[in-house]
């Protein structure tokens, strides 16, 4: 099957620093990629959306300064959590669909980076 | 109204059990459906895909009920392996989108 990777798997910084989260579809392409946020006992919850070649669309209370997201590639998306502070530790998960194919309806995770900020 | 629900559990359940799960969602317009599996700490991972004729995958059924916006997931002969939390995942279409919507999940734990 498809696969995601996502670099670091865990990270701890200091309050104000900024942190850099690579998601990368290594056998496949994606236009688009997602980035998702899950908080200890909740679900996941959509950051935002990321798009090959533009801007990145972010879901309604997400700030675009804050959380930078560049779709470089048609497989890489970082997501830069700018001066990050302890309210942003979570586990932060990205997601890719495959341009086409019979699997064009799913979703292929990251394992996800794991960040807590001191 | 959450755009999808799930009972939060926890189900504790022995051995050999079979549970069922339940889901809504809000979105008539939602174009697909999935439960997915996620263990603690890690990534969710595609239990499987769920259609309107219902499917069925070894131990696993899932049935879709499109008229009442409700999905279920139905695991026979439990086994402790697979004490998890059961994410359902809707893909509420849209143009040029297909992010995934989840619920908070249902947590499954298998006893011996």
């Known amino acids: 099957g498809a696969v995601v990777s996502q670099h670091p798997s865990w990270v701890i910084c200091k309050s104000g620093t900024s942190v850099k989260i690579e998601c990368r579809s290594l056998?496949?392409?994606?236009?688009?990629m997602f980035w998702y946020r899950q908080f200890p006992k909740q679900s996941l919850m959509l950051m935002a959306t990321s798009n090959e070649g533009s801007k990145a669309t972010y879901e309604q209370g997400v700030e675009k300064d804050k959380f930078l997201i560049n779709h470089a590639s048609l497989t890489l998306s970082t997501l830069t959590v700018t001066s990050a502070h302890p309210e942003d530790s979570s586990f932060y998960i990205c997601s890719a669909p495959p341009l086409a194919g019979p699997t064009y309806n799913e979703q292929f995770f990251g394992p996800g980076t794991r960040l807590t900020v001191l | 109204r959450k755009e999808v629900e799930q009972d939060p559990g926890p189900f504790n359940v022995p051995e050999g059990a079979t549970v069922a799960f339940n889901c809504t969602y809000s979105?008539?317009?939602?174009?697909?459906f999935f439960w997915y599996r996620q263990d603690c700490r890690k990534e969710p991972k595609l239990l499987m895909s769920v259609y309107s004729s219902g499917n069925e995958d070894g131990r696993f059924t899932a049935q879709l009920n499109r008229a009442s916006q409700y999905i279920s997931l139905l695991i026979r002969d439990s086994k402790l392996s697979d004490s998890a939390t059961y994410l359902c995942v809707v893909n509420m279409g849209g143009t040029g989108r297909r992010a995934l919507t989840f619920g908070s999940g249902t947590r499954l734990q298998v006893q011996p």
């Open positions: 979105n008539s317009a939602s174009q697909s």
């Open positions: 056998d496949f392409q994606a236009t688009t």
